[in-house]
């Protein structure tokens, strides 16, 4: 796209944002964005494909002594997990609260991780994606103080209580209060909206210096290495009274012109909206397939993977995944199973019914995990997220070591061939158990499976610890094969088939390629036999499959035909 196609598409988003004086003040502000933003400094990445396979992981994951952690988890990755091609680095900027997402300074590397260069370093070895905590910043941030000081554009930078009439129904995702006071320069007290807590003060998107603010970040993200963008709780952005204040078309607006300014500087640079949502609300950050987000948060994937394999029954998981379709050729969907927040309970709203969620959460709880609440419009409290260590929770208090090893690579096999992009949770990878120690300690839920690990230690035990060896080496493996196969592109085509309640099957394929290979997995702990009316290979096991297979419990296959 030429800079002069740019300038006349972003003019037209920011009339769908604002009007009267804010549209001017817009205008003018983005006019001086794109003319002051040089082409030459941003690189085009390269398209998506099979052997695509993002690792979530924090800076500062694995940690070596008198060694940057940015290049200590590099360094570690480069031994022991070469195969992943993309690093998602949970917010790696200064901070003051929330591991990372109350962002004191957009521009600045966290000298306690390492620097731009070490970044940079990172970036030619591995795909980067950074993590864009757009909604909200730190109260202890250079943008609150300068609010709070009165300076000249900073005085609408965050949202003021005065300016919002009815929040009656506000969607929240924690049970703190919505507002909190801070005090200015002037002594006089100020109520500022908080959607996450009192040190996450909300960016105010109305205000054009501060979208603008904004934007440049992203651009500036862009120039350092980042192939690809998280948009993190994007669909808080815009608030507006008597309103749910999620997902408003003015948040669209705002990451379709996102989508437009970066693949104008950065062609195929990964926009990806995180929004911890029913699918419905989830997948319209795609938009139309071109003109939003590449790639969407597979939110429902680990609530009903968990589940299939806890009530041994894929029924659910099978009638969800027949409703999901190829996006086209330029969007697709962010798989994962494991994160470092808990597994989302709000996108099995529809898919679930009460009992199947309360048993859910029982599991859990009976796991040794935690759960944690929101507030719901009308004041009563619900459940927003299990906590756990995905590992843990797959399994039962009885299952034997190998039995539990065979489920966690059952589940991450449905992860790693399912139509998308697939990631992989640093602490799934690596065959880690939950911090249960660091949640007593911290009172915070989160904190479960979030451990950091000593690099030396890890790469010792990934070689001697039976369980993270089984883990790491079966998921390493699938890895690999799937990246030969371009069955598995991340734009193909998916068709699930209904075989019985202890099978989770479907076909991979892309159109104008006659082979497919079927994905077939046991989720329960009963052999299964399963007639095929075709003959073909396992490219697992490298072994010819006739028309009749017996799959033992956890067992999967990948059969080309």
């Keep these: 796209m030429e800079i002069n196609c740019l300038k006349n598409e972003v003019m037209d988003y920011l009339s769908q944002i604002y009007d009267g004086d804010d549209l001017k003040k817009a205008k003018s502000i983005f006019q001086n964005i794109i003319n002051n933003n040089d082409k030459s400094e941003f690189q085009t990445r390269e398209k998506l494909t099979s052997k695509n396979v993002y690792l979530i992981t924090y800076g500062d994951a694995v940690y070596r002594k008198d060694e940057a952690p940015l290049v200590t988890l590099r360094r570690t990755i480069g031994c022991t997990s070469p195969f992943i091609t993309d690093v998602h680095i949970l917010p790696m900027f200064p901070y003051t609260s929330d591991d990372g997402f109350s962002v004191t300074n957009y521009n600045e590397i966290n000298p306690e991780l390492g620097t731009w260069q070490d970044v940079r370093e990172f970036g030619n070895e591995r795909r980067l994606m950074f993590d864009f905590v757009a909604n909200h910043s730190s109260k202890s941030g250079s943008w609150f103080n300068k609010f709070l000081n009165l300076e000249k554009n900073f005085e609408n930078a965050f949202l003021k209580k005065s300016e919002i009439s009815d929040t009656t129904k506000v969607i929240r995702p924690r049970v703190g209060p919505l507002f909190h006071s801070y005090k200015k320069s002037s002594g006089k007290e100020v109520s500022i909206w908080t959607t996450f807590s009192e040190d996450q003060v909300d960016n105010n998107v109305r205000d054009p210096y501060t979208l603008g603010r904004l934007t440049q970040v992203l651009l500036n993200y ?15 952005l815009w608030k507006e009274s008597g309103t749910t204040c999620m997902h408003l078309p003015q948040t669209h607006s705002i990451v379709r012109m996102w989508k437009s300014i970066i693949n104008c500087y950065a062609p195929n640079t990964q926009i990806i909206t995180e929004t911890n949502v029913p699918q419905k609300e989830n997948i319209s950050y795609l938009g139309n397939g071109e003109n939003e987000a590449t790639q969407v948060y597979q939110f429902p994937l680990p609530p009903l993977v968990l589940y299939s394999f806890v009530q041994q ?3 659910v998981l099978t009638k969800w995944a027949s409703e999901i379709h190829s996006m086209g050729e330029k969007a697709t969907f962010f798989n994962f199973l494991a994160s470092h927040d808990g597994i989302g309970m709000r996108p099995t709203e529809g898919l679930l019914s009460e009992s199947q969620r309360e048993n859910l959460v029982s599991h859990v709880l009976d796991c040794g995990g935690k759960v944690s609440y929101k507030i719901n419009s009308d ?24 039995t539990q090893t065979k489920k966690i690579i059952a589940a991450h096999n449905i992860l790693l061939s399912f139509i998308g992009v697939p990631a992989i949770y640093y602490h799934s990878l690596f065959g880690s158990h939950g911090d249960f120690e660091a949640v007593n300690k911290t009172k915070d839920n989160r904190q479960i499976n979030r451990e950091k690990l000593n690099a030396d230690d890890l790469i010792i035990e990934l070689k001697d610890n039976k369980y993270r060896r089984t883990i790491h080496q079966g998921l390493s493996k699938l890895i690999q094969i799937r990246g030969q196969h371009s069955e598995f592109n991340p734009y193909g085509q998916q068709e699930v088939k209904n075989y019985n309640k202890s099978i989770f099957a479907f076909e991979r394929y892309n159109k104008g390629l006659k082979s497919r290979i079927l994905c077939i997995t046991n989720i329960s702990e009963n052999r299964v036999s399963v007639d095929l009316p075709f003959t073909g290979k396992d490219i697992i096991r490298n072994v010819e499959i006739k028309n009749k297979i017996k799959i033992e419990p ?4 990948w059969i080309l035909h």
Excluded: H, P
């Design 222 to 236: 862009s120039k350092n290495g980042a192939s690809s963008i998280r948009l993190d709780a994007i669909g808080f």
């Design 313 to 315: 029954d894929a029924s």
């Design 554 to 557: 956890y067992e999967f296959y």
């Design 379 to 402: 004041g009563s409290k619900s459940v927003y997220e299990l906590n756990i260590n995905y590992g843990d929770a797959l399994g039962n208090t009885s299952d034997s070591e190998s």
